[in-house]
């Protein structure tokens, strides 16, 4: 839902709990293509290895989306999150900190990365 995604990112529990299931949420809609592609394109997938793939998904999904709306914060005068600080260790923080788009691109980069990690773990998997 809408109101999950836009507070995916606040601090406490209420942006965990709205994280997890902004989440829940991506990863049935990716488990239903999952499986209406292998049904559609005849697959055969190996159902293992495409739960971990969802796993992977998710779980990064979920580490990645805790920084939203904080990528703007600055880790040496408050409590941020671990991709946050990751970026600032990186380099990016200058970055970070100038370009209101900075944070929104590290967040699709670190996305697609991840997506094409779990693809790449479900694929290992091969047909049945």
Avoid: F
Wanted: proline share 2%; glycine share 14%; hydrophobic share 45%.
């Amino acid at each position: 839902m809408d109101r999950d995604a836009v507070a995916k990112g606040l601090h406490g529990a209420e942006g965990r709990i709205a994280c997890l299931r902004h989440v829940a949420s991506y990863t049935a809609t990716q488990a239903l293509a999952l499986a209406a592609a292998d049904r559609g394109l005849g697959l055969r997938l190996n159902w293992r290895w495409a739960a971990a793939g969802l796993l992977v998904s998710a779980a990064t999904h979920y580490a990645a989306d805790r920084s939203g709306g904080r990528w703007a914060e600055d880790p040496e005068k408050q409590s941020t999150t671990r991709m946050v600080r990751a970026a600032h260790r990186a380099g990016k923080g200058g970055w970070l900190m100038r370009d209101p788009q900075a944070g929104y691109r590290i967040d699709q980069a670190l996305h697609k990365g991840c997506i094409a990690i779990a693809a790449g773990v479900v694929a290992a998997g091969g047909g049945r």
